[in-house]
């Protein structure tokens, strides 16, 4: 994770298309200023967080299933819950797959386990739409290939 | 003898008249989607009637409206169009009346019912 870039996701670990699922991992870092503050003595990763790093990890999904044409943007966020702590420096298995694909809108189940254990559990709504602009098109397609995002399996499916 | 026979093109009877069930059909799609927008929304459901406009008379914005249509994408195997629908909006080629009114709505997830059927 790079959680001063807001980058919540470390690796896309598989994507099937036919089931519209995605699997990824990431790895809360060791130090960050923001366990400075959250707690001074306790370090917690914040829950808020745990439910953007749902948001990525969904996003990627509902990207990968458009083909790279649009974009999601998180809108909902329904009976997120967060089961247990997550301290610095675990490694977290995100995983979601899709409810609906509707017309301009995505509603997605993602969870975040632990040691094979679920963690958090959220149901998000995203606003999916064309890029703003090109360039950040561009920018999405560079982030994917540093997740390692199986570019192949896009063109192929 | 159905009701088409023997009318002149242009002059059919309504389809009320024609089936008088027709219009449970229509009020079957009514309450389901009267419903869904109570619950979704936490609207009481007398004040939700079919001339009622979604967005000006219940007050429901476009976020809200996503949930109604995620509920009622799912309740009848459709997907709403909601882009064409908006882009027709603001292209001026539409009114919100014919996709927010509550029976004009209905209307087309009976077509969309029924497109998928075909």
Redesign the interface.
Known sequence: MRLEYFQLIDRIVDLNLVDRKISVSATVPQESTIFEGHFPGHPLMPGVLLIEAMAQTSGWLIIALDNFQRMPFLAAVKEAKLRSFVAPNTNLDLSAEMLHDGSGFAVTKASIRVDGKVTCNAELTFRVMPFPDPAFRKMMEETAQRLEFPMKALANG | MTCDQGWPAGARPTAKFCNPFRELEMSSTFETVANIIAETCDIPRETIKPESHAIEDLGIDS?DF??I??AI??AFGI??????W?QEVNDGKATTEQYFVLQNLCGRIDSLVAAKGA
């Open positions: 976020l996503l949930d249509a995620f994408d799912k997907k709403l169009p909601l882009e064409q908006t």
